[in-house]
């Protein structure tokens, strides 16, 4: 079972990365009707290249999905896309010189928009992506979930100096006892279990990721309650995880996607209302989106807050906006804007955590903080990011937003190739604003 996981998380996509590198022609995905079977998508290969290009914007289809329905009239977008901006020409991370939409083509990108006050700049769809289908957020889910936190912080319904296990008793005894809430949010917990996409025996391999439903092992999907110790996120979060003695909470940066389920835990819990609920009455049905959204959702069908999100890229933008604009939605305040604020309020504590983490040290990153990535928090520069390419953009000092959707065969963000040439060129380009 072990060497079977690792095949699906890690192996297709390097050699798949590899092949399409060399010129050497890939696999189509889903040809013909039935699709033959060679090109079929499924819960194995739905996160390997070129696969993704088709299950990242379908996964309703290899996964099982709870919807996030909108509300409302449509918040429209002023459309004066001046689409030289694509022309303009950028050097990516090898330091390849190309026009700004080739460079994201290059780099495995299914879509971008930039926006700068309410006009969309730039708008640019890869190879059968467009303005009407959903796409995985991955990652970028979790300052969704930080968004929505923020709502109960505001109401006064939770202290984020407490632990999370004063308001989820089945939290006693875990990892995540002895930490805070805002340990969690700035990915400081100290917990022992790490995150990897490459170790074959890793228990977030074996474990997490089959209780999330995100990933693949013979006979794990037919799993039941009765019989399954660990059976949804949840008894993971609860049964597994424990404390890492060799260090205090709020003392190293150390990214865990664990953290985000805990606070998406705590907002069902403390709300009353299901995750997916209260995302789309507090959040989704007020920002004037364009279409329904979705969540994915682990083995006990609950969603996969630290991941699962799906949105189309303009409903994206529409939460960017709403950030960018301190929670506010034309007259209307969606999130507290003290606590949208406080993301870019970093101390030096954060920015001394970063640093001294050997995989993102050497990033571009300032800090991290209520689950946003800090660029330059002088100029409010903050992203959200997801494994595979996937990024929220914000520059409130150019009262800019840029969001991009990608398919890039590695998942991790750290000293990826793809991921750093798009997010240079981003940077590059709304500087020129």
Known sequence: MKVLL????TFPCLINSLMAEDGIDVPSVMEGTPPIRDSQATMK??????FSGWTFQNMGA???VVMVPRGGSINELNMPIKQEVGKRVFKDKSGDEMAFEDLFRAHYARGVI?????NVLYEKYYDGFGPHKQHIWFSMSKSLASAALGILIDEGKLDIKKSPAAYIPELKGSGFERVTIQNLLDMASSIDFKETYTDMNSDFALKYAVAMNMGWLPGARDAQ???TEIYGVHDFLSKYIKPNKNLDPGTDFDYNSTNADVIGWLIARISGQPYEQFISERIWSKLGMEHDAYFTVDRAFMPVVTGGMNSTLRDAARFALMIRDEGKVKNSQIIPSGWIKSAVDVSEKLKLNMNSNPNYGEESWEAYHN???????TKGEFCATGIHGQVIYINKAKNTVMVWYSNQPGAAAPRNINYQSKLMAARALVALL
């Open 225 to 227: 309650p009765e019989n």
């Open 114 to 118: 930039l926006i700068q006050g309410n």
């Open 6 to 9: 690792v095949f699906v998380l």
């Open 371 to 377: 689950m946003w990535w800090i660029l330059d928090s």
């Open 62 to 64: 290899p996964l099982n």
């Open 45 to 50: 290969n739905y996160r390997n290249y070129p």
